[in-house]
């Protein structure tokens, strides 16, 4: 009777935490310090499945494995687990971890110690177990939650997307929207209703993406109808994602392009490289018979009266020039001469040749002659610019002040070389209404992408019966160091925020992924070790050797997950030091430092541990000291094959202690010595000996930012065929306020 009234007690107590609005990070110690004040427990700590996968415990991580409790009432130093022989020098006697499970998932392990011998007895582990479960629920709920906003947070970054985007009710009603909608639709407001907001029908949007994705939609925006592609994913049962994609543009070239279909005068040509014609699209009216029938799987070449300049074209088209080109040529088609303008432009496996006849050849020719003669008479800049924006012919002048050679600014677009095209657009238009621009300041970018500030002067021109446009220019000398300082600082202050927001998303986007993987790895994990253990019932020798091989692989993969999960917290600087008082002598029976140990015997090699007699303790991150430790001496081992593994430990300074770890092997060429600490770099296999040297590149980054934390240094020195040398310093003692050395 005193049982129930006590376990009445405790389900009583842990229900107002269960039931509370705060996270899985507030109710935890809450949770914990009710079970130590009822069952007289020293420490109690709820630890979570995801921070575990990133912590160093190996009895933590077993309990979410085998998904069963662990209870050692009698603590020593022959314990099952490193941790549990600290936790004894530390003065406990007994210990239980058990795992909270919520939904068939391991969710976190309850840790108790207690500095009484045979605390843990079964009774009271039954008595948490009910307790256990409703924390468990609450926990999982608490942290799915969590996860939620997260994914909010998410959905938030990516509706920023430059495209109108809409959270719509089942009914209509607008949720959410981003700047882009707002832009092209002035009337969205929250809470309005999409048909009235938008100018389209919401259910025949919707019915007809059931039946085909994306539907295209006619709407009017600011007085034109433009055509959107809307793209339609159900956000849940009671809401819908809905995204526009302004359709006009592409729809208008494709409206040009059958415009240039039924013209008299235009036809465009695509060939291969050889200049052999493949299709053609339009005509000329005055020819007897179609263009396609005419020159279809014909040379453009054989069409031509003037042989030796259509060469010459071909020529320097095939050195690799992907500029358009632009001039004049006789052709014969069906025996009649025709005297054509062309612009020619490389594609992807050929050339695009617009053709447009041309009747008034003397009218042009004449035209042409002035315009040279005045262009080459002045000894300003001058260039000579189509109505595209095309330039078709500059001076000496604008060659030299611009640092191109004129072959390089033919056919350039003239916006490539303003840096302000607002400006150009402006007077451009200004000038194609009847108006005369006269010293508007501008800078153009020049070759080497300097700017160059300089005036501009604009006129209209006849030419071919299009308006082109001659520009002059006049060079300013005047310009300032100061002002181009001043653009350089701002564009590396913006370059400089922008990496810094791209690393943290980054670092933060793989850790998350490294999480996701891990926690179904874990499971499939335990659950084949199970299977192994026969604890479902006897596995047959040649289906335990296939069970053997999956945990030998989930072990790497974990290993891999767990290097790029440490990688990215290690770059984000989210990693803080666990100091203790660390003798590198006694360093060496840790269980760590023994397996590589056994692994280098295995192997055929020495292995010798030397701690010089002056060396003093050492204040750092054990767990983390010995992830140095393990990388260093476990590259040492996989490149080695003959010879030895040898660890020199001393004092280097009154300061610092310094590690050296030596081996034997194939050591590493110089191409390689640049980029050895590099986040997923690894040396080139033609310096390889052996076939096993792959990894994952990240075990010297992830060392070399241990090392950085604990404000030291690493260097290494190699030959090829002679071996490798990797040494580090760190501090004797911490200092807690200093800042971590910034890498190399």
């Known amino acids: 009777m005193a049982d129930d009234i006590f376990l009445d007690k405790f389900i009583f107590d842990i229900l107002p935490i269960a039931n509370t609005q705060s996270g899985p990070d507030e109710s935890s110690p809450q949770f914990s310090g009710i079970i130590s004040d009822m069952f007289g427990i020293d420490k109690v700590e709820i630890h979570s499945a995801k921070k575990i996968e990133g912590s160093s415990s190996s009895l933590l991580g077993y309990v979410i494995n085998t998904r069963k409790p662990y209870i050692d009432n009698q603590l020593s130093e022959y ?28 969710i976190g392990v309850l840790e108790m110690l207690s500095r009484v011998q045979g605390k843990f007895t079964e009774d009271l582990i039954k008595k948490l177990t009910l307790g256990l479960t409703i924390m468990g629920f609450s926990l999982a709920y608490k942290s799915e939650a969590a996860r939620s906003v997260k994914l909010a947070s998410y959905f938030d970054s990516s509706f920023s997307a430059q495209i109108p985007q809409f959270i719509i009710a089942s009914d209509g009603s607008i949720i959410k929207f981003n700047k882009e909608a707002l832009l092209h639709f002035p009337k969205v407001q929250s809470g309005s209703k999409f048909d009235e907001a938008i100018g389209a029908n919401f259910k025949e949007i919707i019915s007809s993406s059931e039946k085909r994705n994306p539907v295209k939609v006619d709407i009017a925006v600011n007085n034109e109808t433009r055509n959107f592609e809307v793209k339609v994913s159900k956000v849940s049962s009671t809401a819908f994602h809905i ?98 303008h062309y612009s ?70 003239i916006k490539s070389i303003y840096k302000e095209n607002e400006i150009l657009d402006r007077d451009i238009a200004y000038v194609r209404n009847g108006g005369k621009i006269d010293g508007t300041y501008v800078n153009l970018i020049k070759k080497d992408q300097s700017l160059m500030p300089a005036v501009h002067s604009i006129r209209s021109i006849s030419e071919s019966g299009n308006a082109d446009y001659i520009i002059l220019l006049k060079e300013l000398e005047t310009k300032q160091m100061i002002e181009r300082q001043e653009e350089y600082l701002r564009a590396l202050d913006t370059r400089i925020k922008r990496s810094e927001s791209v690393g943290q998303l980054k670092s933060q986007f793989i850790s998350d992924i490294a999480h996701e993987l891990k926690t179904p790895l874990t499971n499939i994990m335990g659950f084949t070790k199970l299977l192994y253990d026969g604890e479902f019932g006897e ?167 241990i090392v950085s934390l604990h404000h030291g240094k690493i260097k290494f020195e190699s030959e090829l065929g002679k071996g490798s040398k990797f040494w580090f310093t760190i501090p004797i003692k911490q200092n807690p306020n200093r800042k971590a050395r910034p890498q190399e």
Not at 83 to 101: H, T, V
Not at 266 to 272: A, E, G, K, Y
Not at 345 to 356: E, F
Not at 628 to 654: D, M, P, Q
């Open 539 to 705: 596995i047959p020798e040649e289906q335990k050797e296939y069970l053997k091989t999956i945990l030998e692989e989930s072990d790497r993969l974990m290993f891999i997950i767990m290097q790029v999960l440490d990688a990215a917290k290690l770059d984000a600087r989210r990693v803080k030091l666990d100091l203790t008082d660390i003798s590198m002598t006694e360093l060496y029976n840790n269980p760590s430092i023994r397996a590589l140990e056994e692994s280098a015997t295995n192997k055929g090699l020495t292995f010798d541990w030397i701690v010089s007699y002056d060396t003093p303790i050492v204040q750092a991150d054990l767990s983390r000291i010995i992830q140095v430790f393990t990388n260093l001496i476990g590259n040492a081992i996989k490149f080695t094959e003959k010879g030895g593994i040898k660890v020199n430990i001393y004092k280097k300074s009154r300061n610092t202690v310094a590690c050296e770890v030596i081996d034997t092997g194939i050591g590493i060429g110089e191409e390689d010595k640049r980029k050895i600490f590099r986040k997923f770099y690894q040396a080139s296999k033609k310096n390889l000996t052996i076939q096993n040297g792959a990894g994952t590149g990240l075990g010297l980054a992830i060392t070399k930012e």
């Open 79 to 106: 314990s099952a687990f490193p941790e549990m022989i600290l936790q004894r020098n530390n003065g406990y006697s007994s210990c239980a971890a058990i795992p909270i499970i919520a939904s068939g998932k391991v």
């Open 243 to 340: 995204a526009f994609t302004d359709m006009t543009t592409p729809n208008k070239f494709e409206k040009i392009m059958s415009l240039i279909n039924r013209s008299p005068d235009v036809c465009i040509m695509f060939s291969d490289k050889n200049l052999y014609i493949k299709e053609i699209i339009g005509t000329f009216g005055k020819l007897p018979v179609s263009m396609n029938e005419l020159m279809s799987g014909k040379s453009l070449l054989d069409f031509s009266v003037q042989d030796k300049f259509l060469q010459n074209l071909k020529t320097a088209l095939e050195k690799g020039s992907a500029e358009t080109s632009f001039g004049e040529l006789n052709l014969l088609f069906a025996d009649l001469p025709t005297h054509v």
């Open 344 to 413: 020619i432009t490389r594609i992807n496996d050929g050339y695009a040749v617009l053709v447009v006849d041309s009747d008034n050849e003397k009218l042009v020719e004449s035209a042409k002659s002035n315009l040279d003669d005045f262009i080459n008479a002045t000894s300003d800049p001058v260039i000579s610019v189509d109505n595209l924006g095309y330039i078709k012919r500059v001076n000496l002048s604008a060659e030299r002040i611009l640092g191109y050679n004129r072959d390089e600014l033919n056919g350039k677009d």
